[in-house]
């Protein structure tokens, strides 16, 4: 991509070792702070039981709980995904740039500026994701409720949506031949609409109202995918479109003859059964369309 060639070795022994040091430099950083947020904690407690406020504060539904347990362990998780040795000086040159390639020139240089930022403080960004990540998943785990929890919500909405137009390049939902078979609208973007969800107050999660907003919102994307689909330009009525480049991509890769020879067969299957696939998956996205919106989880 242009202005994107970091021109770093992602298996460069100095910078290996130098982003291992940053970790682990700050790593006594993280430590003290959570030592001080620990002290700080225990001290607004007791004062919180000596002068105990009045009852009937609003309590964490169940399905709250779930998400912001379940996505602190994932975000935790991430993070340390992210401490992997490579990373410092591959994610902009292997992973970066190849997802922006096929966007528009303007989301490229948006992509560029995030890159840019990477590429030139490559150890300091690497290190401050993985802090960044494994944090925002200790604060929603350790907050259940009040203003630190809704801004634990904030926070992984935030990092998230950085994550989703710098990292996915806005989930690739500007690139040609957008469709839900090849990614669209991007994974990350699952964890900002989690991360508004739990900033929520908690008397937005005690009706039925939450839940059938966000049922009529998954069908309102059901229906975006299945005109994406249905779209003559994206080319999956004749050879299959971007479904079949990346299966085919994917064959030329170093692997086993057996498992490229399968993944080679199955792209020309994608390509001799092109109108049939598109419709079936058009059929497919409708009926999604019209279920989520008429489900009654809430």
């Known amino acids: 991509m242009p202005g994107m060639d970091s021109g770093l070795n992602a298996t460069n022994p100095a910078l290996v070792s130098a982003f291992w040091s940053a970790l682990l430099h700050q790593l006594f950083i993280v430590a003290a702070i959570v030592v001080v947020l620990a002290v700080a904690y225990r001290v607004a407690r007791n004062r919180w039981a000596a002068n105990p406020q009045p009852s009937g504060s609003a309590t964490e539904s169940r399905a709250r709980k779930f998400l912001r347990i379940g996505f602190g362990v994932l975000w935790i998780f991430d993070g340390l995904l992210q401490a992997q040795p490579r990373m410092a000086g591959g994610l902009s040159s292997q992973v970066i740039e190849p997802i922006a390639s096929a966007s528009p020139g303007w989301v490229q240089q948006v992509v560029n500026f995030g890159g840019s930022i990477w590429t030139y403080h490559p150890v300091q960004a690497a290190a401050a994701a993985v802090w960044i990540q494994i944090g925002i998943?200790?604060?929603?785990?350790?907050?259940?409720?009040?203003?630190?929890?809704?801004?634990?919500?904030l926070a992984g909405a935030g990092w998230g949506l950085v994550v989703w137009v710098f990292g996915e390049a806005f989930g690739g939902v500007f690139a040609p031949g957008l469709t839900w078979l090849s990614g669209a609208p991007g994974a990350v973007i699952i964890y900002v609409v989690v991360g508004a969800l739990i900033a929520l107050p908690l008397r937005a999660w005690a009706g039925p109202r939450l839940g059938r907003l966000l049922l009529a919102g998954t069908g309102v994307l059901w229906v975006g995918m299945a005109?994406?689909?249905?779209?003559?330009?994206?080319?999956?009525?004749?050879?299959?479109g971007t479904l079949t480049d990346m299966v085919s991509s994917m064959a030329n890769v170093t692997q086993p003859h057996a498992q490229s020879a399968m993944l080679s067969a199955f792209a020309s299957f994608l390509i001799s059964t092109a109108f049939l696939n598109s419709a079936t998956a058009f059929s497919w996205f409708c009926w999604e369309a019209i279920s989520w919106p008429r489900s009654r989880w809430y």
Do not use: D, E, K
């Open 137 to 153: 998943g200790v604060w929603l785990i350790a907050s259940a409720t009040g203003w630190s929890s809704r801004l634990a919500g």
């Open 227 to 240: 005109l994406l689909q249905v779209l003559p330009v994206n080319g999956f009525w004749h050879g299959g």
